[in-house]
């Protein structure tokens, strides 16, 4: 399994970014893929997850209207577009399939 992160920044209040999360080893259509942040300090935190063909789309009450999540099963990748960032979405992001994840892709909101 591995998972590749991108697309972090550094970005203005209110500003937008894109993540991306690129995905090779196992059964990419099937496969739920999880989006989490870490900030310095403070536990992981649940953000946003796919399932399968991305029927199905699940998110944080702090990202909700704010983040989507999508994937593209014929490029392996899945997506985290966050509209109207806030300092507090400052964290490290991360995609997780299982207990895998990549390396992450840093996040910063800042004026």
């Known amino acids: 399994v591995q998972l590749v992160e991108s697309g972090g920044g550094l970005v203005q209040p209110g500003g937008s970014l894109r993540l991306s999360c690129a995905a090779s080893?196992?059964?990419?259509?099937?496969?739920?893929i999880t989006w989490y942040r870490q900030a310095p300090g403070k536990e992981r935190e649940w953000v946003a997850h796919?399932?399968?063909?991305?029927?199905?789309?699940h998110y944080a009450d702090s990202v909700k209207g704010r983040f989507t999540i999508s994937r593209d099963n014929a490029k392996k990748m899945v997506y985290l577009q966050m509209n109207n960032l806030k300092p507090e979405d400052t964290a490290v992001y991360y995609c997780?399939?299982?207990?895998?994840r990549g390396q992450g892709t840093q996040v910063t909101v800042s004026s």
């Open positions: 997780y399939k299982d207990n895998y």
């Open positions: 796919i399932a399968n063909a991305g029927r199905s789309t």
């Open positions: 080893g196992f059964t990419f259509s099937v496969s739920t």
